[in-house]
């Protein structure tokens, strides 16, 4: 029988329970997650109105939408993912979200560039608690063969939290400009975009609290991942160090073909509302639920996907996170570069629902592939790893390359269209060349993990 890492007999890992607290957990780490999307990506809609109250360039608020979230995202995930694999991961959660609300409402307050960029680099910081720790709570609370749909479902929240941002922000956007250049208590006189900002950012201090209402779950160590562990470990460094030189060739490539995604994911979230608005002339009364719609949509697609991972995994396709995803970038990369073709506002929504059908994803597969193959001790930290540089490349330089090629290249807000399609379709190839070529490498050390696992257990009495 295996055993936890105190080395008492456990049930096998596929025999877990799995019952209301479990599903609980992915529900409140689920609503902290579409919050966080909200407060992140309503600043992507409040572009116009800002850029005309503090007279920034694109540049600026590129700057605003990308590196100043994304480095200090990034950077921070690294202690905070540290933090995840040593203390209790529930309060780990209930500040981050403290602190990322806090900086949405000193946004609202916000009367300068240098105000906002310090605002959103507090929110970065604060997200950086979240993803680490759901990610191991996850992965602690359910076995295998059930993981990647819990982690689906988990990453829906992304695209909610989209929709939200899009659908219930043009509303507060179209409310809040009835009470523009009202003179409020310590606010003084605000702009709409203050007051927006404000209102999505106050709920945050009452659902950091949720995190509360599920108990924190043991942390489980298969025998044979624990045995691999101290092998590695016995050889030299670290057990991070000794996992990441193990497994070199495969972390790099789905670092490679992942950081491509992420840029795309980010470049497209970040700058569609002002595309959309320059392109077609839509506000964000007429866009926003449309979007909101397209990111439904894109959600459901994820619990789709991770039932069939889970199905092609358990009937012996050991490969199957990075096989199945390599067929679904194939299916929908034209869509990538055939959307700023269109001069139809309805298909080009149509073609980038079906993009985002390839870009939502990407954590849910390294999550899973973390959780078959890092030990315990390493999960919060590698997750933290892959989202530095996922962050960096994706959130940091993404939406930053879309704003200095339409203003240093182009030289032409009109062409945004152009600067986007640039950054998305080169990074959607090299996403799938890098994936294709992980493949090689997947299988074998699932293979490994399992064998090591059946190793441990005949020798467990």
């Given at each position: 029988m295996a055993q936890d890492v105190t080395g008492t007999p456990v049930k096998a890992a596929d025999a877990r329970d799995v019952g209301f607290s479990s599903w609980w957990m992915v529900a409140v780490l689920f609503g902290l997650y579409v919050f966080s999307w909200l407060d992140r990506l309503i600043l992507s809609m409040l572009v116009g109105p800002i850029k005309a109250d503090l007279l920034l360039s694109d540049f600026?608020?590129?700057?605003?939408?990308?590196?100043?979230?994304?480095?200090?995202?990034?950077?921070?995930?690294?202690?905070?993912?540290?933090?995840?694999?040593?203390?209790?991961?529930?309060?780990?959660?209930?500040?981050?979200?403290?602190?990322?609300?806090?900086?949405?409402?000193?946004?609202?307050?916000?009367?300068?560039?240098?105000?906002?960029?310090?605002?959103?680099?507090?929110?970065?910081?604060?997200?950086?608690?979240?993803?680490?720790?759901?990610?191991?709570?996850?992965?602690?609370?359910?076995?295998?063969?059930?993981?990647?749909?819990?982690?689906?479902?988990?990453?829906?929240?992304?695209?909610?939290?989209?929709?939200?941002?899009?659908?219930?922000?043009?509303?507060?956007?179209a409310y809040a400009a009835t009470l523009d250049g009202t003179d409020w208590p310590f606010l003084g006189e605000a702009a709409a975009w203050h007051l927006v900002m404000i209102m999505v950012g106050l709920p945050g201090f009452v659902l950091a609290l949720a995190v509360f209402t599920f108990r924190e779950p043991a942390r489980r160590e298969t025998a044979g991942v624990a045995a691999m562990a101290a092998k590695a470990q016995a050889q030299g460094g670290g057990p991070l160090t000794a996992f990441v030189r193990a497994n070199w060739q495969l972390v790099s490539l789905m670092l490679i073909s992942f950081s491509g995604l992420a840029i795309v994911g980010y470049t497209l979230t970040s700058w569609?509302?002002?595309?959309?608005?320059?392109?077609?002339?839509?506000?964000?009364?007429?866009?926003?639920?449309?979007?909101?719609?397209?990111?439904?949509?894109?959600?459901?697609?994820?619990v789709v996907n991770g039932r069939v991972v889970d199905h092609l995994f358990g009937r012996g396709m050991k490969d199957a996170h990075l096989r199945f995803y390599s067929w679904l970038l194939l299916v929908t990369g034209p869509a990538a570069f055939a959307m700023f073709l269109t001069g139809n506002a309805w298909l080009f929504l149509v073609l980038y629902c079906v993009v985002q059908f390839a870009t939502v994803p990407f954590m849910i597969y390294v999550s899973s592939i973390v959780a078959l193959l890092a030990p315990n001790v390493v999960r919060g930290r590698l997750i933290a790893g892959f989202l530095f540089c996922f962050t960096i490349l994706g959130l940091g330089a993404g939406p930053a390359m879309v704003g200095a090629i339409t203003d240093f290249v182009f030289q032409d807000e009109a062409r945004i269209g152009s600067s986007m399609m640039i950054v998305v379709v080169s990074c959607f190839v090299v996403a799938f060349i890098a994936m294709r070529a992980a493949l090689r490498y997947l299988a074998p050390a699932v293979l490994r993990a399992e064998s090591a696992a059946a190793g441990a257990n005949a020798q467990t009495p």
């Open positions: 600026q608020i590129s700057l605003l939408l990308g590196p100043a979230f994304a480095v200090f995202y990034a950077v921070f995930g690294i202690p905070l993912g540290w933090a995840v694999d040593r203390y209790a991961r529930r309060w780990v959660v209930f500040f981050g979200v403290t602190l990322w609300a806090a900086a949405t409402v000193a946004t609202g307050f916000a009367r300068s560039f240098e105000a906002l960029l310090l605002a959103r680099i507090a929110v970065g910081i604060g997200e950086a608690a979240l993803l680490p720790a759901a990610y191991s709570l996850l992965a602690d609370e359910f076995p295998r063969s059930k993981l990647t749909l819990a982690t689906s479902v988990f990453q829906m929240a992304g695209k909610v939290g989209s929709a939200a941002a899009f659908g219930l922000g043009g509303l507060a956007i569609i509302p002002t595309y959309i608005g320059r392109a077609f002339g839509w506000t964000p009364l007429q866009y926003g639920p449309a979007l909101s719609l397209m990111n439904i949509i894109a959600a459901v697609s994820l």
